[in-house]
């Protein structure tokens, strides 16, 4: 079954950190494009970080040198470490992965982020 599971979310103090975790299965993983969005209440969902299958990344600007994705082939999953996490940082985050043959825009079922001031 085609599917991406997220863990890891929770609650955190302001400055804390947390480890997000998806996992991929029934896709070429290695060849996918994989990232994290997130979504707040009444915002539209924006993409915090991308990696593509040469591991090349993205940040949003807002996450530029707070957060780090990354991905294990080995594992099909992709990771987003998440450090000196803010209030603003609240939202639930996506999972999100593009493959090819055949082309699939994936989603995952969101996890919770809620960060305490």
């Known amino acids: 079954q085609v599917q991406l599971v997220e863990s890891g979310g929770g609650l955190v103090q302001a400055g804390g950190s947390l480890r997000l975790s998806c996992a991929a299965s029934?896709?070429?993983?290695?060849?996918?494009?994989m990232a994290w969005y997130r979504q707040a209440p009444g915002k539209q969902r924006e993409l915090v970080a991308g990696i593509r299958s040469d591991r090349t990344a993205n940040y949003a600007d807002s996450v530029k040198g707070r957060f780090t994705i990354s991905r294990d082939n080995a594992k099909n999953t992709v990771y987003l470490q998440m450090n000196s996490l803010k209030p603003e940082d609240t939202a639930v985050y996506y999972c999100?992965?593009?493959?090819?043959?055949?082309?699939?825009?994936?989603w995952g079922q969101g996890t919770q982020v809620t960060v305490s001031s």
């Open positions: 999100n992965a593009i493959t090819i043959a055949p082309f699939l825009n994936l």
């Open positions: 029934a896709i070429t993983f290695r060849a996918s494009s």
